[in-house]
């Protein structure tokens, strides 16, 4: 097909094509939707027990329980750590809201360290320079180590922080990890001693987003908090009812965040395709890796990431940083629920793609300690504080990626960026 001047109209290709996934299940689907709403019990019941267990025994923990959003999952797992006012917890500026959200939201303070660039990550060594105290620059923010009562990782893009590190620096310290594994449902990490260790699992607690559009969604709003203790993953059960055991006695104030049971019954049912699923979004991130090489589109990382940022990114790159993986297992650990390129001059490619009818996105035009919510915070001219992660927040591109997308679609996405770099 031709348009009057001769220009190729292309069909447009989505950041995400969640009717395709719908295809390809839907009569499994619609028997369990079908199933629940004649079952009558909408709120918790079996629907809920079954997929909290199923998807235990996928993690490979002790506890799953399902509430209502990602968001709430942070929350009630720092309310469940008795987080408030006084307190201060560590995350990375490089996130979505929530994840500094939960902690505002508690009154505690959130304290923004900057990331890893190579993996988009909160940088490990940087929280240990801190709670050692050999790092005095967060002195200006009023924060201390001493205040520091729980850590978040954040595992963007479906890559997992360094945890072996994490869990060597929780330990050190007895701080506990709160794992944001939003975005990183069955990535794996294996550790210097050869254990695998899945997102969400090893930390204090790991908390889950069913958001429509992560690797594992439902037909709206879920979530769900991973944890390993008995006591806690009790605490959380009843933080979830409004605190209330036995009914309507109440000896903590707690929300009401429970996962639906409808969403459940969908949940349990797109579950025995994630692995599935997984695979082919890494296989997809392999063809990528391969065309963007073919095309000669890719650039080295700044140099930088090793010697240290200035702040003002003199990277000059003429192509495409590719993801990282910062281990391989199998093909990947990393589950790829966004393949994120780096690129300069990124707003305007971001548009051409636009424009040219392929999706893209910015995950995250702004980072946490940069937003206006969070101003008396007071990071603003403190610049060299989080470097890398503004850094990222100016570079990063998100481009198509899910199961069915095809090699053919993948080829015009690499072509289309060639001829807009060039
Ligand atoms: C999606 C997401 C959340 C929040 O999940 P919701 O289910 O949308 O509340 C938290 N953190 C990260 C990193 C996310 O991507």
Redesign the pocket.
């Known amino acids: 097909m031709t348009q009057p001047d001769n220009k190729p109209i292309h069909r447009p290709i989505p950041l995400l094509d969640l009717q395709a996934q719908y295809d390809s299940i839907a009569t499994e689907l619609e028997s369990a939707a079908l199933e629940l709403m004649r079952s009558g019990q909408f709120i918790m019941g079996d629907a809920v027990a079954q997929f909290e267990s199923d998807i235990a025994g996928y993690l490979g923990v002790e506890h799953a329980i399902g509430c209502a959003?990602?968001?709430?999952a942070?929350l009630l797992a720092l309310m469940a750590l008795d987080i408030g006012p006084g307190d201060a917890v560590i995350t990375s500026p490089f996130?979505?809201f929530?994840?500094g959200g939960a902690i505002a939201r508690l009154g505690a303070t959130p304290v923004f360290m900057d990331i890893r660039p190579a993996d988009f990550n909160l940088d490990p060594a940087g929280v240990r320079r801190f709670l050692e105290g050999s790092d005095s620059r967060y002195q200006a923010l009023g924060v201390r180590p001493e205040q520091v009562k729980a850590i978040i990782p954040?595992h963007?893009y479906g890559q997992m922080a360094n945890m072996e590190e994490f869990l060597a620096i929780s330990k050190e310290f007895s701080i506990p990890l709160v794992e944001?594994a939003?975005?990183a449902i069955g990535a794996k990490q294996v550790f210097s001693d050869g254990r695998v260790v899945g997102a969400g699992v090893e930390g204090g607690f790991g908390c889950f987003?069913?958001?429509p559009s992560?690797n594992l969604g439902a037909f709206g709003?879920g979530?769900l908090i991973t944890v390993r203790d008995p006591e806690l993953a009790e605490k959380v059960r009843v933080l979830r009812l409004h605190g209330s055991k036995p009914k309507y006695y109440h000896r903590m104030v707690g929300i009401n965040s429970r996962l639906d049971a409808l969403q459940a019954a969908i949940l349990g049912v797109k579950l025995k395709h994630l692995d599935a699923w997984s695979a082919a979004r890494q296989e997809k991130a392999g063809v990528y890796n391969r065309l963007f090489t073919e095309a000669g589109l890719v650039s080295e990382a700044p140099a930088c990431w090793i010697g240290g940022c200035s702040g003002d990114c003199a990277w000059d790159g003429q192509g495409v940083v590719l993801p990282y993986e910062t281990v391989a297992l199998n093909g990947g650990a990393h589950i790829y629920h966004q393949y994120t390129i780096r690129v300069k001059n990124r707003d305007s490619l971001a548009q051409d793609l636009t424009d040219a009818g392929i999706g893209n996105s910015v995950y995250y035009p702004l980072c946490l300690h940069q937003q206006e919510c969070f101003s008396d915070l007071g990071y603003a001219g403190l610049e060299e504080l989080c470097p890398h992660a503004v850094c990222a927040s100016n570079q990063a591109l998100s481009l198509p990626i899910y199961p069915e997308l095809s090699e053919d679609d993948q080829r015009r996405v690499v072509e289309t960026i060639g001829k807009l770099l060039a």
């Open positions: 959003s990602g968001s709430d942070l996130t979505f929530a994840t954040v963007l944001d939003a975005q987003s069913f958001f992560k709003d979530g």
